[in-house]
């Protein structure tokens, strides 16, 4: 299995990974990376959740649970995950951009009354203009059956000046923004990044946190404290660790399923609720997210 996913990352994600190592391992292949150095894996593919494939309802649009469905807004991000889920899926990925083919998304939602959660991902939408994010935001919030429409974004941590006031307010008109996004380690949990949160959070926005659980970045119980205490100390909420995603490529960040149950016990010891998220799984074709 070859996957073609270059390194790119945000000028403020450079300046964070030249001074912390476990950042560092987010955004740089161990080898440096090049069209000919592609990642490869034999045990697994590309789509574990067959987004290109079952999960893929109409253009853009991915429903895997009864209540919720996803909508690709965008294929960039301001950094490539070494990590990420989707790795082998962006440069695939269908993603909305007309009006016609949002409009087939909302009339998806429509017709299907349990849906009451929409997740605006990609890719990372807020790589979008500020009215292309509303043009999506106001789509789904107007609709009363939806009562919660999640911004995913990693630009807390990977670009966190693009959270300004002016874009707290717009995504807080609706009452129904909730921001969710991935922090990995403590050191991501800087000035810029609790300014950001603040923006949002001083709005009435929740925003909530889903790391990995990845070797070499957040792989012991005093990483993973020191992370959670961090974003709890910035009013995130920490709500899922999740073991890595059954995906090609991400060999070297996976973390065996008896050290992951260990780090949880040692930080369930140590925290109190509101900062002890759940430690879960993602397995293709589960009807929920399989605590560890
Ligand atoms: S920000 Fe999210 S979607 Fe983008 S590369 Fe990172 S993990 Fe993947």
């Not at 874009?167 to 009452?175: C, D, T, W």
């Not at 050191?187 to 959070?201: F, H, K, P, Q, W």
Request: net charge positive; with cysteine.
């Amino acid at each position: 299995m070859k996957i073609d996913f270059p390194e790119y990352a945000s000028d403020y994600s450079k300046r964070l990974a030249s001074v912390s190592k476990a950042f560092a391992k987010q955004v740089y292949d161990p080898k440096g990376f090049s069209s000919n150095n592609q990642d490869e894996s034999e045990e697994y593919g590309i789509d574990p959740f067959g987004e290109l494939t079952h999960a893929s309802k109409c253009f853009g649009l991915k429903q895997r649970f009864k209540d919720r469905v996803l909508i690709m807004t965008s294929d960039k991000c301001f950094m490539n995950c070494r990590h990420c889920t989707r790795r082998g899926l962006l440069g695939k990925a269908q993603v909305v951009r007309t009006d016609d083919e949002l409009n087939a998304c909302v009339n998806y939602v429509k017709a299907r009354p349990q849906v009451r959660d929409v997740l605006l991902s990609g890719g990372d939408i807020l790589t979008l203009s500020d009215k292309d994010v509303m043009r999506f935001v106001d789509a789904f919030a107007a609709l009363s059956q939806v009562d919660i429409v999640r911004v995913c974004t990693r630009a807390l941590c990977t670009n966190p000046g693009r959270i300004t006031d002016k874009l707290a307010k717009a995504l807080a008109r609706s009452g129904k923004v909730w921001v969710n996004t991935q922090f990995n380690c403590a050191d991501e949990v800087t000035a810029e990044a609790r300014l950001a949160a603040s923006r949002l959070i001083n709005r009435g926005i929740p925003v909530s946190c889903q790391s990995v659980l990845l070797k070499g970045v957040n792989d012991s119980a005093p990483k993973m404290i020191k992370l959670l205490k961090a974003l709890s100390a910035a009013r995130i909420r920490p709500y899922y660790v999740f073991m890595c995603d059954p995906v090609a490529g991400i060999e070297r960040f996976r973390v065996p399923i008896e050290k992951a149950r260990e780090i949880e016990r040692r930080c369930a010891e140590s925290l109190g609720g509101l900062s002890m998220p759940r430690f879960v799984a993602d397995i293709p074709g589960a009807k929920r997210k399989t605590p560890i």
